[in-house]
């Protein structure tokens, strides 16, 4: 029996373990989790191949307070030119701000919104030396977007990182 099968012998469909409030949300979250991990594994790449196929290089660079900032610089050094440098920039850039709102998703305390019936919201924690509260109204359509965009980003980020091994000479014999 394959282990799918046996799985799911073992485990029919679980009930949703959240309160109804939420329910609206699984699968536009569940999305935005796969999407996101896809798109951070296409970053990984991008900034491995921008660091000559150094995949711990890139991990260091992309552990760094000023990562985004670093990327950028990486990419302006590698001559491109015109779109092709534009849209990778802007996904970066932009890459960065939906990563933030992202880990607000993620991260932070969802409840109920009790002043608007049928909504929640979120509220945490600034991780800046004076923290400071933030609070959220995400909607569902909201989430299935940035889900969405993080997609986008991973096309432009796959794309450049092939493009860029591609370009790289190889070690083998002839």
């Not at 329910?23 to 951070?40: S, T």
């Not at 880990?103 to 109920?112: Q, T």
């Not at 109204?137 to 965009?149: I, K, M, S, Y």
């Amino acid at each position: 029996m394959a282990p799918a099968e046996q799985m799911s012998d073992q485990n029919p469909e679980q009930p949703d373990l959240v309160d109804e409030f939420y329910r609206p949300y699984i699968r536009a979250l569940g999305n935005l989790v796969i999407m996101f991990a896809q798109c951070e594994a296409a970053v990984l790449s991008l900034v491995a191949q921008l660091c000559g196929g150094d995949e711990l290089k890139a991990v260091d660079v992309l552990k760094a307070q000023d990562a985004k900032d670093q990327v950028i610089s990486l990419v302006r050094s590698i001559g491109l030119s015109g779109f092709d440098l534009d849209e990778l920039v802007i996904s970066i850039e932009e890459f960065w701000c939906d990563k933030n709102i992202r880990n607000r998703l993620i991260h932070d305390e969802w409840y109920p919104n009790l002043f608007e019936p049928g909504t929640v919201g979120t509220r945490g924690l600034t991780r800046k030396k004076v923290p400071q509260e933030v609070f959220g109204g995400p909607t569902v359509f909201e989430v299935w977007e940035l889900a969405a965009r993080f997609g986008q980003y991973e096309q432009v980020f796959s794309h450049r990182s092939w493009a860029l091994s591609r370009s790289r000479p190889t070690d083998s014999p002839d």
